[in-house]
């Protein structure tokens, strides 16, 4: 299955990426986490994305987009892969129905995440990573910086919902609840019981 999951900063994306992938046997695949990662392995492209981030803007889309194509060109995501925190704007949207024409496949299922802001707010000012054995706010997570990435989401991200509504692949989801819960309204969305788990290999 080939799945995009759409919601604000602060709305559990990153969560249930991991779940939902877990279970459909897929990659998870995060653009904010080959960033993050390319910020701290200071690449050519770390460096370039880091200003905008630090900001709370949108990388622009001829970096990320290139970005994207590669990491989908990848073995392990012909078969399918969910992709978390892309596209984020309508022109990545179109550019990866694009990618995905040129391969003979397209998109299955949108999954919108939707929480309300004041909600957003109080879980992304309070939400720390563990890094190297130490809780650590990451910087794009300071008050300012939360207030401007969910005006950015407002502005060019959320059209994306009516973008894919019109395409007839969106499945909204409420995403106030526990992680249990949220997971097992994605995964009735995508008409997957919940725990059945990945197909077993004819191995095993
Ligand atoms: P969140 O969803 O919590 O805002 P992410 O980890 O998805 O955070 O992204 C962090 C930052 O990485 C974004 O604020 C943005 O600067 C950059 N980024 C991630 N994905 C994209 C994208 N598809 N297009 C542009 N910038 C992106």
């Excluded at 990573?129 to 300071?142: A, N, P, S, T």
């Excluded at 499945?171 to 309204?185: F, M, P, Q």
């Excluded at 994605?186 to 725990?195: F, I, M, N, Q, V």
Aim: aromatic letters at 4%.
């Amino acid at each position: 299955m080939r799945v995009v999951l759409l919601g604000p900063p602060g709305a559990g994306k990153g969560t249930q990426a991991q779940v939902i992938a877990g279970q459909l046997g897929a990659p998870a695949i995060s653009t904010g986490d080959i960033f993050r990662a390319n910020v701290s392995g200071r690449t050519e492209l770390g460096t370039k994305a880091k200003a905008y981030m630090d900001a709370g803007d949108l990388v622009p889309d001829e970096i990320t987009v290139a970005m994207v194509r590669d990491r989908l060109a990848e073995p392990d995501a012909k078969a399918g892969f969910l992709l978390d925190g892309f596209p984020r704007t309508i022109a990545q949207a179109e550019q990866l129905r694009e990618s995905l024409a040129e391969l003979g496949n397209h998109l299955d299922c949108v999954l919108e995440l939707v929480v309300d802001e004041e909600e957003l707010v109080r879980r992304l000012s309070g939400r720390r990573m563990l890094v190297d054995g130490e809780w650590i706010q990451r910087d794009d997570d300071k008050p300012e910086t939360v207030r401007h990435r969910l005006q950015v989401y407002r502005e060019q991200t959320s059209p994306l919902s009516g973008f894919y509504e019109r395409e007839g692949l969106l499945a909204r989801i409420d995403a106030i609840g526990t992680v249990e819960e949220v997971t097992e309204r994605a995964l009735r969305a995508l008409g997957r019981t919940p725990g059945a788990g990945a197909p077993a290999r004819d191995s095993e």
